[in-house]
């Protein structure tokens, strides 16, 4: 064996103890102290990145289910970023894989990491909202309504900006939860809780655009609404709202 080689396998048997100390003998001829440090470091760094990144799923877990389940994704888990905040997507798309493979696993688990998750996501976007050619004086009933690209409509089963310590339902309600999750100008990530109709014209604006007034309309018409100019009337206040939130920017600059 090469000295090259010889190198590389001794890193290798040295990353896979650090990963998992338990199935994974340490080389030869290091002090356990020693070792113990570097475990304890590598696995902290990790952790507590993750413990800030998923507070309330944290809390939620205790400590016990929580290092479980940080250790076995720290032990099995093969990242495909550099980037530390990428971990906590991989994190969460690992629960997810998981979920309900453990007995203490909440039913709510997957979607509460995602949502908690979505938050260190649009903190480090790098879209910026006065990159986006618009005209902010437009009127957005009239004209086409141009979104923030620092804003996602999610649907979710639970509840999930309401769940705690204090709040953990065991059954999903009847109707999904819409939140819009955004960041503002001054570069605050907020969250917003939106009814269906909301939650639809976001699609809209985004896959068919057309002006507020023609979505409001057609959204009426899929609601089999009585009173159709009710509906484009409230889509007026909606759109003025989500302006004056940084989530519409104004309209669209037609080419």
Request: charged share 25%; net charge negative; with cysteine.
């Amino acid at each position: 064996m090469t000295e090259a080689a010889g190198l590389r396998e001794l890193q290798m048997q040295f990353a896979a103890h650090l990963r998992d100390p338990a199935a994974n003998p340490a080389p030869a001829g290091i002090e356990d102290r020693r070792l113990q440090i570097y475990c304890d470091l590598f696995y902290n760094n990790v952790q507590d990145f993750l413990a800030n990144a998923f507070p309330v799923l944290r809390r939620i877990l205790g400590d016990d289910a929580w290092h479980a389940r940080v250790r076995h994704f720290y032990a099995n888990h093969r990242a495909v970023s550099a980037q530390l905040y990428a971990l906590a997507e991989e994190f969460a798309d690992h629960l997810a894989a998981e979920a309900g493979t453990r007995v203490d696993d909440p039913p709510f688990l997957a979607e509460l990491a995602h949502y908690e998750w979505v938050e260190m996501a649009l903190l480090v976007d790098e879209d910026e909202i006065d990159a986006v050619e618009v005209d902010p004086d437009g009127d957005p009933m009239l004209g086409l309504p141009a979104l923030s690209p620092l804003v996602w409509t999610l649907a979710y089963h639970w509840p999930v900006h309401k769940i705690s310590p204090d709040f953990q339902p065991q059954q999903a309600p009847a109707q999904l939860t819409y939140l819009l999750v955004y960041r503002d100008r001054a570069d605050k990530v907020r969250f917003m809780e939106v009814n269906a109709v909301t939650a639809r014209l976001m699609e809209l604006i985004e896959s068919e655009p057309d002006t507020g007034n023609a979505l409001m309309h057609r959204i009426a018409v899929e609601m089999q609404h009585p009173h159709p100019r009710s509906v484009v009337d409230g889509g007026a206040a909606l759109l003025a709202d989500l302006r004056a939130r940084d989530i519409v920017l104004g309209t669209r600059r037609l080419a």
